[in-house]
């Protein structure tokens, strides 16, 4: 290989080199170490720190006891606090505890809150127990409510059973009702039969009725047998037809038999049709059986 071929091969190598990205050097030991300690992961290894890095990861590791202490967290050591920050976790957690207090929560601790504190935490659960009540929440305790709040209270209670009484509710009580809405109870259960009676329901009591609506039922209860009987249903009661009413559902049974028969349906009842009608039944099969014989023609080759 001569000269002039070693030196362009050099060359072609020194700018492939060049033209490479610069590495970043490699996190030695020692520095990843440093990372993990002041971080306080499992895999720091104090021997290996300096007297700087091991003054550096104790003021961390002060800091992160501090966070936990100020947050509650298990993880807080008091015993690694000093005086200031011991008051401010004191501060802190008292902070908490009483906006526990005023939400109501269970894990409020009463007992160390100051008499100014204690007053706003009994009025807060005294509000609270009054929109219960007012509500008419399980949870309301009637013997707190002040002589001011009785009265809202009562009257809300009295509003409700109202409704339920005026619904036909099975919780109505019927001996806390005023005068006035026991009649409006009386008129809307009695509304609520009438309803019932008119639909034909199993729980109408007609001796509820009066004269006039006991008419209206009776009508209303033949109006819908009829129509019943005029479709076919089985819930047509013919004994309750007059003559003239059986006379049209019977010319209206004929039509739905004539139908039947000339369909080939099985409530066709053919004893029941007269001469024109088994005629017009006739024709409507020997017309079935020309389109079926048609169809089945094959088609003419041109």
Do not use: H, W
């Not at 007297?51 to 100020?70: F, I, Q, T, W, Y």
């Not at 029941?272 to 020309?290: C, I, K, T």
């Amino acid at each position: 290989m001569g000269l002039p071929v070693l030196v362009i091969l050099a060359s072609l190598c020194l700018a492939v080199a060049e033209a490479q990205p610069p590495r970043k050097p490699a996190l030695s030991v020692g520095t990843s170490n440093s990372i993990n300690c002041l971080k306080g992961l499992s895999g720091c290894d104090i021997s290996l720190l300096s007297p700087d890095e091991l003054k550096e990861v104790s003021e961390a590791s002060k800091k992160r006891n501090l966070g936990s202490c100020l947050e509650g967290s298990t993880l807080c050591d008091p015993t690694r606090l000093s005086s200031t920050d011991a008051a401010s976790v004191q501060t802190a957690r008292y902070r908490r505890n009483l906006d526990k207090c005023l939400n109501g929560s269970a894990t409020c601790n009463p007992l160390v809150l100051n008499k100014k504190d204690l007053d706003s935490v009994e009025s807060a659960a005294a509000r609270r127990n009054f929109e219960k009540c007012l509500a008419g929440s399980p949870t309301c305790d009637p013997t707190r409510l002040t002589a001011a709040q009785n009265a809202p209270v009562q009257a809300a209670a009295s509003r409700r059973n109202l409704d339920r009484c005026l619904s036909g509710s099975s919780a109505c009580d019927p001996l806390r009702l005023a005068p006035n809405e026991a009649s409006q109870v009386r008129e809307a259960a009695l509304r609520r039969n009438r309803d019932r009676c008119a639909d034909g329901s199993s729980t109408c009591d007609p001796l509820l009725l009066s004269e006039s609506e006991a008419k209206a039922v009776v009508l209303e209860g033949q109006r819908r047998n009829r129509s019943s009987c005029e479709n076919g249903l089985a819930s047509c009661n013919p004994l309750e037809l007059n003559q003239a009413d059986l006379t049209t559902i019977t010319g209206a049974f004929r039509l739905r038999n004539v139908e039947a028969c000339k369909r080939g349906l099985p409530a066709c009842d053919p004893a029941m049709l007269n001469g024109p009608e088994m005629a017009s039944v006739v024709a409507a099969f020997q017309q079935r059986r020309s389109r079926l014989e048609r169809n089945r023609q094959p088609p003419l080759k041109p």
